[in-house]
């Protein structure tokens, strides 16, 4: 379905803090990275022996591949990798390997594939042996400790929806703490987690599992990934879809400028659901007329009083806020369910939105910020991160402050633990993204992304040689399967090469569903009291 963007004066702002960020952090100049060289010999190809998972009968076998832990070593220390697969299930017509990659960093590879599955057409199960692995750093494959279970909760118990006088300084104190602890518990482990080893980790996959080429499905960090492999091994790509697109440069060189894009993009979401309310105040429940309003005050009333778990611990402004962040990536479809639970909160009630984080979300958390920081060079210069970190938050009103200064977690606030990152960066990809004598690469924008910036697919779809853009007009976080439209075009083209022609948007967006009509097999994850989207699981919904 073609339709014409609309001009939105908020995006035009967004980009242009982006663009003075960009413009101070290229002034002041970044640390330098670690620059390493090819080494010579090639890394042995991993044996994969295939076995039962766990006991589990769902047609997936699973096997362990054995990497080099440091690349400048090929022969050295190897680090254990889980992999899994299920075979085409047309061995006659079989076309060749669709490796998937969940976002993150931090989500389980193995159970990305493995929990996708049935969502995937009968077309490409039948064609394509479909491949999962656990990413180093993550479950299966080495798990990455930096602050135990006891800190993290100690750290987001404590944190607030409306961080006082003195926020910045805790979170630069918090981050600092936290960067000493992931090279205290993990020493052998963060220098070699970054993409640039990941992606070599991939090619040994390739090869361990016999194929010339591979045909790649990645999802927000998932396409980082993607892109880096590109990068590196572009003659190994026969088929690549990048959903939830990074802008690979500003990433992993101008991180910042990046951060900045990723506040507004969140705030801006938040913002247009809270518009909804106020526009459809039956269909929402929550605010009364003045959603941004009673959001603000819900934060605050939080803070003051905190609702107490069944497990013993509060429920914080933060604690609404930081659940807010990973749920609004669902899009609209589950609006109505978000104005509920924002109501049941203000009521003091069971609500999916006031769970606070879980050792599960604590693992999570860790490599999440383990292999950005591996990745990404900040600037070392305490002034520009007490100045930016400020200044992004506050530039951000409705999620900014919370998710920004308070304890290291998610991607918005990784600046104070990066920016003071002790460990080397071995692994962390310095070469171009252009992928040059690759085939076509398909990467697909979301307009209304809160996680990964539509402009940043832009980006990527402009900097790879080969690059084609198909742009979803809707909200939430990616776009394969939450639009038929969109999932034919790549179908199509994982299946056959086709590609989508240039300028193709998609416009079928679900929209706000009623209450009673979300149900688990919609995507949307169950009734309302169960509603709740968990940063520890990536799984391509079902298409609806």
Known sequence: MQTRLPDDPRRRVAWGISLVLIAVTAFLGAAPGTATATPPGAPPVPVLSWGPCDGAADGFECATAHVPLDYREPAGRTLPLAVTRRVASDAAHRTGVLLMHPGGPGNSGVDFARNSYAALPAALRASFDVVGYDMRGVKRSGQVECWDDKQYSAAVDAARGVPGPGAVDVAVRQGLDFAGACLQRSPDLVPFVGTGSNAKDIDLLRQALGEETLTFYGRSFGSYVGTVYAAQFPRRVRAMVLDGAYNPRTYADVPYAYDAGQFVALDASVGRFLDWCAQNAAACGFGDGAPRQAFDALKRALDADPV???????????????????????????????????????????????????????????????VECADRVYPTSPLLLRTLVGAQSAAAPLMGPPIGLGPPTYDHNHAPTCAQWPAERPSRYEGSYRAAGSAPILVLGTTGDPDTPYQDAVALAGTLDNGRLVTFAGEGHTAYNRSACVSALVNDYLATLTLPARGTVCADETPPAALGRLSSDTGALGDVAGLVVDETRDAIPVLR
Do not use: E, H
């Open 308 to 370: 107490i778990t069944p497990s013993g611990r509060p429920a914080t402004g933060y604690t609404l806020a930081y659940r807010l962040m990973f749920n609004i990536n669902s899009g609209k479809a589950i609006w109505p369910a978000l104005g509920q639970a924002l109501r049941a909160a203000q009521a003091r009630q069971t609500s999916f939105l006031l769970s606070p984080p879980s050792p599960a979300s604590f693992d999570f958390l860790n490599v999440n910020m383990a």
